[in-house]
């Protein structure tokens, strides 16, 4: 028997698939013509793929028919290309959080974060409308989303670079950004899966909650969009960062919730004091519901950690389309 090997390893986001593929054929036959190629089709009678796993536990699989034979290896052939370099996408995503940390420094680390919920919290669960999906690239002139043009143009300059080595979508970049923003302010390390689709169309309009709103109406809101209070609640802590005047700007801690507890904007000695936060984030103290998630985040740090993990890898697959074979 002669062996030629078709194909070595293959890794995925999720797990790692390492095999090995060989066409065996008899000794004496050629497999493949230099001038035809002929010999290929003829010899597939007569020979089979032997297909090897270095995951334990497996063994080796045979393939003789020639039906079987083309449909496994244009598989492969089709895999190769959905492949990020080298087969890796683990190397992808160190790639662009590498290309995410050259630009988006603490300072703008708010207003990256700002992005992945204008552009995921547009999703509706009813008829699977909106969220997490690039769309945010066409809505930059609608009032709520005032100030992100500049936090796109920022990221930009990260897909620009990642694009060079293999094209990703807006979606993926938002939401690796996102997960960066929060960790490079002290907050906790947020897995992200790779495979959004972009939209080419904007989201309808109007489908993010007003700054306005009070409990019983962001409740309703989030509720919409398939997240419980106290998924509402985490996702709120956000604020934590920036100038919504919870603590250090440059700090992702559970600070936001023990400023909360102190109402400081109902002061009326000091008008800096009034300002602190949004009438949405005032509201989250004005509900018992509401007011126990705080009063356990304000406590807990981990706890405040670990739930907005949670909530945070939820919103970025929010009506995601995924790429698929």
């Not at 194909?7 to 493949?32: Q, V």
């Not at 290896?73 to 492949?83: A, E, I, R």
């Not at 995410?100 to 509706?124: P, W, Y």
Request: glycine share 8%.
């Amino acid at each position: 028997m002669t062996t030629t090997s078709l194909f070595s390893r293959c890794h995925s986001s999720s797990s790692s698939l390492n095999f090995k593929c060989e066409l065996e054929s008899p000794a004496k036959t050629r497999l493949f013509s230099p001038a035809t190629g002929k010999h290929v089709v003829r010899s597939l009678k007569t020979c089979r793929i032997s297909c090897s796993s270095h995951d334990p536990g497996s063994g080796r699989v045979f393939v003789s028919s020639r039906r079987k034979m083309v449909v496994m290896l244009s598989t492969v052939q089709l895999l190769s290309h959905l492949l990020p370099p080298n087969g890796k996408a683990a190397d992808m995503f160190r790639l662009m959080k590498d290309e995410i940390r050259r630009v988006v420094t603490k300072g703008k680390a708010a207003g990256v974060l700002r992005l992945v919920f204008h552009d995921a919290g547009t999703f509706e669960l009813d008829d699977n409308t909106g969220g997490i999906n690039g769309s945010i690239v066409y809505e930059l002139e609608r009032p709520e989303n005032a100030g992100l043009k500049r936090s796109l143009k920022v990221l930009e300059k990260a897909k620009i670079k990642v694009d060079e080595i293999q094209p990703v979508s807006w979606a993926d970049m938002i939401a690796v950004a996102g997960s960066e923003a929060v960790s490079m302010c002290g907050g906790p390390t947020i897995p992200v899966v790779l495979g959004r689709l972009d939209s080419m169309q904007p989201d309808p309009e109007d489908k993010l909650p007003p700054e306005s709103l009070n409990a019983s109406g962001l409740k309703e809101c989030f509720q919409r969009k398939g997240f419980s209070t106290q998924e509402l609640v985490a996702l709120s802590g956000a604020h934590t960062i920036g100038s919504k005047g919870f603590g250090d700007p440059f700090t992702f801690d559970n600070a936001y919730y023990k400023i909360l507890l102190e109402k400081p904007w109902s002061s009326t000695t000091s008008k800096m004091t009034s300002m602190v936060g949004l009438p949405s984030d005032h509201a989250l103290v004005e509900d018992d519901e509401c007011l126990r998630w705080v009063k356990e985040y304000a406590d807990d740090q981990d706890k405040f950690f670990k739930d907005f993990t949670n909530a945070y890898i939820k919103l970025v697959n929010s009506g995601a389309k995924w790429k698929t074979l």
